[in-house]
DNA sequence: TCCCGTGTAGAAAGCGCTTGCTATCTGATG
DNA sequence: CATCAGATAGCAAGCGCTTTCTACACGGGA
């Protein structure tokens, strides 16, 4: 029925095991020969039988990617620049490898067994992306996980997303701390001192560098820091809106929404607006990551631009070992503060 | 150093046989067995070889999802709808399933080529988003591909995608004729007579479709149809940017523009304001697809809501063989017209 | 002329798992 | 008490490919 190496073999009269050469390409096989498999190939239709190399050889094409929601810009660039460096088709030379993008919805556990499923592949390699939960039998199971996959040879790299101690996994990390720091320090400068703060979900990395930088800013211009005036939420552009709906409730007299990110931003906006408050005469909005949409906002985001995709290449070069890994094994990615429409001189 | 089924079988004093079918879970083991089995298996830390038993058994847990561009929601959208239903870590019982995104960019030959490596890992499915191009030699090249995937025990499904004739393909298909009619017909029932059209890359199929709605709304109503008020361009806002300058410049009495699609219309938002031009008050602006960001935008976006994470749930259940696929493999998906805030009746 | 390095090709031993078939043991049946 | 169906477990033959080791040819140097 399935044409197999056999076949190819037969019909070019060679061994099997040359075809294989012919087919991997790392063992000298005289041209003549070569063309005569290769026309077999073709004739036959014939298509490798991937589990089986995969197999003998021990070692599989497929790259895993690891994000938390797939259907959201920021995860979304950073896996397409990914893909687009571990050479699949239309990659640069090489094999061709096959991206596996895998969504762990934010879940530890389907983190985990999405990275056994990727062990149980043989995957080459593995690329983490977003923050992670900060939960310790969770990070420690993460950490044996990664370091199971090291040993088994896969290259494990981390993207946007803090570095993995006792680990050899490389980590590309986000300044979400020194962003948000300058994001908040630029809406001090503009003389807000009655700031609302949206921050995402308890217990991640990202969410709590970015309140980090956010208080670092607030501490070092002597504002005084209320914890009403934090709320938590998810990433999504519903929270913001419910969340600003909260904040204007708990302090009427805010004068700037700082947002986690660029969604929770916009929901922030439409939430303000519903409330008869003009963006930014009456209140700033600040979000997070500039995303493609937030400068077509009215007025368009300030936030903090994060070269995701740049990370990604990059993340994706040193997971196939086309670029060095950073000294150290660790870098850090700096974000751009992008000062735009939403923010300005607050009221009174 | 690597653990195998032998090793747990004999940590578990049974045969490797008897291991595999507790793993497997098809053949009846003793309880006390079954137990023993996966203690040793959890004592040892043990992972299954994936292509090795994919090979043993001639199919793998992997399914494709073939996506023209992950960045931009309305894939990611799908493919998180059909990733959550194919089961992946998380979903329903059954084997654990791996979602292999594939970026295609909207390459013809990268979608082949994806299909391709598809067909070598042995897929145990594969669901193709987005529309096709419309080119005979690459259509019938991929009908072919699909018929062998689906020879080889591929299960293949097409979402938001035309029919491959000749193909065993199940197909679930956006109307977007329809939609499309339906949203100029809108405006046109508003008052316009001038509307220009920002339409997708040629050759593809959502392209022709939604211009031929649009032009079929315009026929109906009477309208002449001046080709100078069709853009081509890409589906992005930078695009929709491009080609509202070039119809303003053909044309400035134009009184409403409608996008291919919402990202475009973004952008034709935004060049409308730098021109100084009111919206909806000199010109109206319609998108499609009704992305999370369309109603955030300032006026929100009067669109064609399509059901993506619908049609990408089914499509995935379909794939799955947990439902039934449509009568005669062929569904069509309708859109439903959103009116907002971004069509108002015309000036003058 | 003989020997050996070089360039190619083949033989065959697995890689780790699945599964059809067979073997064994149990309690129930006649 | 012999027989047998039913429930479990093991044997062993692959699945299709890679790769080590070996074999063979050929041409040049001694």
Known sequence: MTVTLADVAAR???SPATVSRVLNGNYPVAASTRERVLRAVDELDYVLNGPASALAAATSDLVGILVNDIADPFFGIMASAIQAEIGGPGGRAGGERLAVVCNTGGSPERELTYLTLLQRQRAAAVVLTGGAVEDAPHAAAVAAKLRKLAD???RVVLCGRPPAPDTEAVALTFDNRGGARALTGHLIGLGHRRLGYIA???ER???RHRLEGHRAALAAAGVEEDPRRTVHGRYDRRSGH???LELLRRDPSLT??????DSVALGACAALRESGLRIPEDVSVAG???LP???DAVPSLTTVRLPLAEAGARAGRIAMGREEPPPGGIASVRGELMVRGSSGVPRE
């Open 293 to 295: 949409f937030s400068i």
């Open 152 to 154: 088994a040879g896969t």
């Open 256 to 261: 700037a929404i700082v947002a986690a990110n």
């Open 12 to 14: 070019a009269q060679v």
């Open 242 to 244: 419910e969340a600003t």
């Open 200 to 202: 995402g979900p308890e």
């Open 205 to 207: 990395t990202t969410t």
């Open 288 to 290: 997070f990551d500039d």
